[in-house]
């Protein structure tokens, strides 16, 4: 049963995820754009780490995988960390777009730096993608960039979107997700049950996404 439950979550939140996405897309204008290809990138990142998931829930060997599913679970967590980074940035053009807001080399630079140094971080091999090793201590050092550039990107969110309609959460939604995610990265390892929270985590990217479809319908 819980086979069946997660992973049918996992296929309704990458189909939905998708199909906002290319619908924003190929709908959308220059700006929203932007959105749909966030919610493309984040959808196509996530793949690689729920279907894994989802073939060891079905198999039953999730908690005791073989070599191969074992490598992917961990490939897919370094490909899902550095998609979602992309999708931060891409939130970060859009909400500036949106705005209407001058961006300026200075938040560029700074939103840029903090994805390179989180692409550098998990390029380290003391991660253990490949083992699907869980350190806390790497994944804390990873994890620094990106919680400062969603910090940023809240902030930039409830500054400038706040009084848009279909926007005036997403800087709650960004948080929200946040808040679900942290704990995962801290206490995943030692306790398993923590990793639960990436179903709400991930209900709050639907909730991001609806945002851009609602805003793409009322057009």
């Known amino acids: 049963m819980r086979a069946i439950m997660e992973s049918g979550f996992y296929v309704l939140y990458l189909v939905l995820i998708m199909f906002i ?3 924003i897309l190929l709908k959308g204008d220059k700006t929203k754009g932007l959105f749909g290809a966030a919610c493309i990138v984040l959808g196509f990142g996530d793949a690689f780490h729920l279907i894994p998931r989802a073939v060891g829930l079905f198999s039953g060997t999730l908690d005791n995988p073989s070599a191969t599913l074992n490598m992917w679970l961990g490939v897919g967590k370094l490909i899902t ?3 979602m980074t ?14 209407e807001a001058k961006r300026g080399s200075g938040g ?3 939103a840029g730096l903090l994805a390179v140094a989180r692409f550098v971080l998990c390029a380290m091999p003391q991660n253990g993608w490949a083992e699907n090793r869980q350190s806390v201590l790497w994944g804390t050092w990873r994890n620094i960039p990106f919680v400062i550039l969603g910090i940023f990107v809240i902030i930039l969110a409830f500054k400038y979107l ?3 309609k279909h926007f005036k959460f997403l ?3 960004i948080i929200l997700s946040f808040a679900f995610y942290i704990p995962v990265v801290l206490f995943a390892g030692k306790y398993p049950i923590v990793g639960m929270l990436m179903l709400p985590k991930t209900i709050c990217y ?3 996404g609806f945002m851009g479809y609602k805003d793409l319908k009322a057009k």
């Open 21 to 23: 996405g290319l619908k």
């Open 81 to 83: 960390s550095i998609t």
């Open 86 to 99: 992309a999708f931060y940035l891409f939130l970060y053009r859009f909400i500036m777009a949106r705005a």
């Open 108 to 110: 560029d630079f700074f």
């Open 162 to 164: 706040k009084g848009i």
């Open 171 to 173: 800087w709650l939604a």
């Open 206 to 208: 639907l909730w991001i």
